[in-house]
């Protein structure tokens, strides 16, 4: 579980952006994270992809700031519910809820995600843009961002250093504006599951 949840405040990551505007690398990077951040509510399929060949994929809800809800298709019955404040994931089949404390800092969103990467645009065209982040520091030396022409999120591909598994990241059949209730973004925990609180911070 420990795993899945890394990945989850992988995927929140995504979500959470600054502003910005242009075409260099780093200006393609803020328009990227300008658009992103002006969408109020978001919804759509997402899947994320480990380079061992798991993979996961479901239909995601988002509210900003920082609200996800994911229902799993693959595996089935499971579920993603984060407020922001905290994040669930619950399973249905084990009967188990991870509850991990957000208030602790969280993860940074975007630019604590990208912090000290170097960015390079290495494609761009009316059907999109590549944006390609380097660092020899962090976890993931590589991330590959995938655009559309709106410089809307289609792709994240992160390569990890020294061999480990890295993980890719897709969106797709994307709406946005739609109306949403910030209750959907409060998972009601049952009363007969097993409960794990902040399984991140066991080490």
Do not use: H
């Not at 809800?69 to 089935?76: A, E, I, M």
């Amino acid at each position: 579980m420990k795993t899945f949840f890394k990945a989850a405040v992988l995927i929140m990551c995504l979500f959470l952006f600054t502003e910005g505007y242009s075409l260099t690398g780093e200006d393609a990077l803020r328009n990227f994270q300008g658009r992103m951040n002006n969408i109020g509510t978001m919804s759509g399929q997402i899947s994320w992809v480990y380079t061992s060949g798991t993979m996961y994929t479901g239909s995601f809800k988002y509210m900003a700031p920082g609200r996800i809800y994911v229902k799993f298709s693959t595996p089935s019955g499971r579920v993603l519910v984060t407020n922001g404040k905290k994040l669930w994931v619950y399973d249905s089949q084990s009967n188990i809820c991870g509850v991990q404390d957000l208030g602790r800092g969280g993860s940074g969103g975007i630019a604590g995600l990208v912090e000290g990467y170097l960015p390079l645009l290495s494609a761009q065209g009316s059907g999109g843009y590549t944006i390609k982040l380097k660092s020899n520091e962090r976890q993931y030396n590589e991330i590959t961002l995938v655009l559309d022409g709106s410089y809307m999120l289609k792709k994240a591909v992160m390569q990890s250093r020294g061999g480990g598994e890295g993980l890719s990241i897709s969106l797709s059949n994307v709406r946005t504006g739609e109306n949403m209730t910030v209750g959907t973004f409060d998972f009601n925990v049952p009363s007969n599951a097993q409960l794990v609180k902040n399984p991140l911070d066991v080490k």
